[in-house]
């Protein structure tokens, strides 16, 4: 699977602020944070529902993996996406990097992939 997905049955804010917990807890921090709802409307006008794409960056791993591939930077930070659906559930999803890094060139690339997919897989399903 390319993504890794969990629905919550709590308000958006609340998932937010779960999702940075659980991030900071497996090393992660969060870098940038798109508000994509606000986004659309300052720039286009148009109505969307609460989407926040936020920016994660664990700086041990990607230190290490940019120590291998500088290019690597193209794939960072992991991106994790809250949004709000109609019927009232929130969606947390993140990519899969093991499935994203066609760039895994070399072992060290591939292991610290495999760290990252079970950390980023450990925060989704501990939410």
């Given at each position: 699977m390319v993504h890794i997905t969990k629905f919550l049955e709590i308000p958006f804010e609340?998932?937010?602020?779960?999702?940075?917990?659980?991030?900071?807890k497996e090393g992660f921090g969060i870098i940038t944070e798109i508000d994509v709802k606000?986004?659309?409307?300052?720039?286009?006008?148009?109505?969307?529902?609460?989407?926040?794409?936020?920016?994660?960056?664990?700086?041990?791993?990607a230190f290490r993996m940019l120590q291998q591939d500088d290019k690597v930077g193209l794939?960072?930070?992991?991106?994790?996406?809250?949004q709000e659906h109609d019927d009232g559930r929130?969606?947390?999803?993140?990519?899969?990097?093991?499935?994203?890094m066609p760039?895994?060139?070399?072992a060290t690339i591939?292991?610290?992939a495999d760290d990252i997919e079970c950390r980023l897989t450990?925060?989704?399903k501990n939410l």
């Open positions: 609340e998932a937010i602020n779960k999702v940075t917990e659980a991030l900071k606000k986004t659309l409307k300052e720039k286009i006008g148009a109505d969307f529902r609460k989407y926040r794409i936020l920016g994660a960056c664990n700086p041990n791993l794939l960072m930070p992991c991106n994790v996406i809250v929130t969606e947390v999803s993140t990519f899969n990097p093991i499935k994203s760039l895994a060139t070399n591939e292991e610290v450990a925060v989704i």
